[in-house]
């Protein structure tokens, strides 16, 4: 299963690289539409918008490691191995409930949407925010499958299968 995981990982880094280099790549062609040939195109603007959207949601569903997320832990790093057991299926239970809670209204705002369209490409916009819902459902399945883990007697503080970490200053890869 690991391997089928880490493999999944990497794709979803090969969804990451392809919507920043379409990012990339609309921003050049919007400097020179507006600077080399003084005719820009609105679509550029709308197309970052879109990709860089898409990009913030989906690597944070698929791409960070749990350690990668903003997180205040220096309490945590304080105790002992129980009681980061415990403060580890706490804060995975509060952020998969959270989300769970949250997913009648984020499922009614996305849908809600299927009516509008977006300014210049005319993209529905439930297809746009749409990557909320699939952030939302990846991190609650992430944090779920995180505490069945803890409570099987996995390391809390154990490095995910696929992601790069450092230790003691040098740099491991996790295949």
Not at 21 to 45: C, E, H, K, N
Request: glycine share 6%; with cysteine.
């Amino acid at each position: 299963m690991s391997g089928t995981l880490a493999w999944l990982r990497r794709r979803a880094d090969d969804v990451a690289v392809a919507l920043l280099t379409a990012m990339f790549l609309t921003f050049i062609i919007q400097i020179v539409s507006r600077y080399v040939l003084d005719a820009p195109v609105g679509w550029s603007v709308e197309v970052c918008l879109t990709t860089w959207l898409w990009v913030v949601f989906w690597d944070a569903a698929f791409g960070l490691a749990d350690r990668d997320h903003v997180r205040f832990d220096i309490f945590y790093y304080a105790a002992g191995m129980k009681l980061r057991r415990v403060l580890a299926i706490v804060s995975a239970l509060a952020i998969a409930g959270g989300l769970l809670a949250s997913m009648p209204a984020t499922y009614s705002f996305i849908s809600f949407y299927k009516i509008k369209t977006s300014a210049t490409l005319h993209l529905r916009l439930d297809y746009v925010f749409s990557v909320y819902g699939i952030f939302a459902v990846a991190t609650i399945l992430r944090y779920l499958l995180r505490i069945v883990r803890i409570a099987r007697g996995h390391n809390p503080d154990e490095v995910e299968e696929g992601h790069d970490t450092l230790v003691e200053g040098e740099e491991i890869h996790r295949l």
